[in-house]
T-cell receptor, first 111, second 110 residues
Framework: DADVTQTPRNRITKTGKRIMLECSQT?????MYWYRQDPGLGLRLIYY???????NKGEISDGYSVSRQAQAKFSLSLESAIPNQTALYFC??????????FGPGTRLTVL | TQLLEQSPQFLSIQEGENLTVYCNSS?????LQWYRQEPGEGPVLLVT?????EVKKLKRLTFQFGDARKDSSLHITAAQPGDTGLYLC??????????FGSGTQLTVLP
């Protein structure tokens, strides 16, 4: 079984809809991250959390919110999706801030 | 924001050729990582370098961290189709997070 899982794997939605992407991990790591990936721009950090009570904005947090429901779960919400949020979204975890372990990604399309 | 520039952005070569990709910045980093990402998957860590001038080898892959800890290179010897993927460098500066480069998309043709 995968250590870091993301649901859904693919999602198509319309402008203005609320969307939640979920991430679960069985690695027992404290640190969790959400990134978006766009062609030619690499991975950009949206939010990160170092424990359940520690939530931090990343480079591109506008238009997004997160919830750390438990050590193993970190969800990303788009309150009102817009087309330029069409991207590949990755969740990642780490134990010590060194190696990050990534989920398989969620491909989100906003029409 | 610390910026990492990777070059080239795209590289297409024949099986058996050698290649080098680069990761450069004007900032000094405490450590630098290289990841490889295959289609439909998340990035996977290949190596971490922490000391200026450090060289690490992983089979046919050789990684070097610049003496001033501002740049790094990845050299692949005798590339194989299985080396195809997106190669990302990522660096940690003073912040509690990694900054990723935009990546080099490598295609190795059989």
């Amino acid at each position: 079984d995968a250590d870091v899982t993301q649901t859904p794997r693919n999602r198509i939605t319309k402008t203005g809809k609320r969307i939640m992407l979920e991430c679960s991990q069985t690695k027992g790591h404290d640190r969790m991250y959400w990134y978006r990936q766009d062609p030619g721009l690499g991975l950009r950090l949206i939010y990160y959390s170092f424990d359940v009570k520690d939530i931090n904005k990343g480079e591109i947090s506008d238009g997004y919110s997160v919830s750390r429901q438990a050590q193993a779960k970190f969800s990303l919400s788009l309150e009102s999706a817009i087309p330029n949020q069409t991207a590949l979204y990755f969740c990642a975890t780490s134990a010590s801030g060194r190696e990050q372990f990534f989920g398989p990604g969620t491909r989100l399309t906003v029409l | 924001t610390q910026l990492l520039e990777q070059s080239p952005q795209f590289l297409s070569i024949q099986e058996g050729e050698n290649l080098t990709v680069y990761c450069n910045s004007s900032s000094v980093f405490s450590s630098l990582q290289w990841y490889r990402q295959e289609p439909g998957e998340g990035p996977v860590l290949l190596v971490t370098v922490v000391t200026g001038g450090e060289v690490k080898k992983l089979k046919r892959l050789t990684f070097q961290f610049g003496d001033a800890r501002k740049d790094s290179s990845l050299h692949i010897t005798a590339a194989q189709p299985g080396d195809t993927g997106l190669y990302l460098c990522a660096a940690r500066g003073s912040a509690r997070q990694l900054t990723f480069g935009s990546g080099t998309q490598l295609t190795v043709l059989p």
